[in-house]
């Protein structure tokens, strides 16, 4: 083979990696359909102008390898504390659930019953890239329900990498029964994931902070995929999936303040990477077949779209949800995955399945990334349906074990980023909202939050208020303000008010008024009137730059496989 046949099928895969992104973008759906759709048009099956070779095979292994290297870097002990409830609780009984679910139709339409188990856990994993970024288009990616849907993403995610490694030993014909591949698949994992912890506290770390020294970016680029490849290399040789050794890179990097140069330097090869793995993924399946086999690959959709949410939302209930919070959590999370179709692309997997069962199986998990959005909104209308129904309008009180709350007056954009800022670091709060959409949208998203008029002066006694740390409005009306800030200064001259502006006249007006106005000019908004909150508070700076990173990663994930919103 020559030079130029070698490198030419990365030529190709680069070419139609791009004008599948441009189409995506155009087609307003998520680049992994299009990417599939691609490969089936260039493959063996298709125009024929690609066949699967190493080259091939290479670079959609490395795709994966940094798909799981990024959710590595997302993941770290600190992110184990602070979601623990539904990291220990939420998260396994969803994948429970969803495994005996799945794994149940799967037995019953025919396949062994270890087979079964296994293509049921990988349907209950659902597609980080994609819950990621149509949390983050709605707005709710740090709101109660945003923080717990990612939870569940984590928990999902660290699932299915020991799933690919038992389903790599079991599609490469492992010798021994099924208790010694899990046994030892188990032990060699747990000896990887305590070797990276310790590389990363006494090697890792120190290394990176002398490398900080030459004030090079490019360096820790290189260093990172150094790291990457030679941890994915490491699991290789323990006979372990090369993804788990990338996923413990990056999760030994997450715990070190250069997390988010390296994530900015990796991110878009890594996302171009992957964008050839499901290229390859099309280029295995043959259309006539899809075509014949359209109504099983829509009967299939189905199945996982309802049976996945049914399932999510018992989970939801049992771990004592609002119907409403658990409906749009369920369908949030409804969809396929990239670990799904990682295994489906396994040959043995392929091979037990058969080409025309796995052929469905990949085009029903494409078609519901690119359905998630308007699946979602369906959820929503759902839950703010149900919302209506099961939410209480009776008057506020305080409740007796909340200490110093503060006071949350309108859950718009800005009001729902100070509950997430201050419950983020456990200060209390009670919200209360006057607007009924605004009300229903909030429940339906998993605040906890009550129906009042800030301007009934009962209320806040009702609330008593001279227990309160703060009032905060997010929606603030200048004539109620002036009307009600007597009774205010009379009954609780303590008390300190916040309230979210606009302009500089807006703020002038409010000041005169005895009240910190705080004009909100970044994005997204909300964000410097839960800072202002947050200092009012004493959170330590450190602590509230941290979370400040946070959320802007929340709110702008990787935008190479954005799904655009549905019309």
Known sequence: MSEAEAILPAVWLLGVGIAAIMLARLLKTSPIVTFIAAGLLIGPFGLGLIEENGTTRLLAQLGVVFLLFDIGLGFSLKTVRESKGDLISLAPLQMILCTAGFGLVGWLAGMDWLLALLIGAAAGISATAVVTQTLAERGIATCPLGRSATAVLVFQDIAGIFLLVIAVALSEGAGGDLGTILGMSALK?????????????????????????????????AAALFLVLATAAATGALELSLTLGAFLAGMIIADTPFKTVIRTEARPFGALLLGFFFITVGMALDWRMMVAQAHWIVAALAVLFVLKTALTWAAAIINRWSLAGGAQLSFSLAQGSEFGLVILALPGIAAALGAELTGILVAASALSLALTPAWASLGLKIARRIADATAS?????????????????????????AYNALTRFDIPVIAI???????????????????????DTRLLRAIDVTEARALVLSAPRYEISAEITPYIRENFPELQRFVAVKDEPDRRRHEALGMHAIINRSQPEGL????????????????????????????????????????
């Open 393 to 417: 309008r009776k008057p506020v009180s305080a409740p007796e074990e909340l200490n110093c709350p503060v006071l949350i007056f309108a859950m718009t954009p800005s009001g729902r980023m």
């Open 528 to 567: 410097d009137f839960a800072l202002a909150l947050l200092r009012y508070a004493d959170i330590p700076e450190s602590d509230i730059h941290e979370w400040m990173q946070e959320v802007v990663e929340a709110y702008d994930p990787d935008p190479a496989f954005r799904v655009a919103e549905p019309a």
């Open 433 to 455: 909202e006057s607007d009924p959409d605004r009300f229903l949208s909030a429940i339906a998203d998993g605040y906890a939050v009550t129906f009042g008029d800030p301007s």
């Open 189 to 221: 994992a747990l000896l990887a994931v305590g070797v990276a912890l310790l590389a990363g506290r006494f090697v890792i770390g120190p290394l990176f902070r002398l490398l900080s020294k030459t004030r090079n970016d490019e360096i820790f680029t």
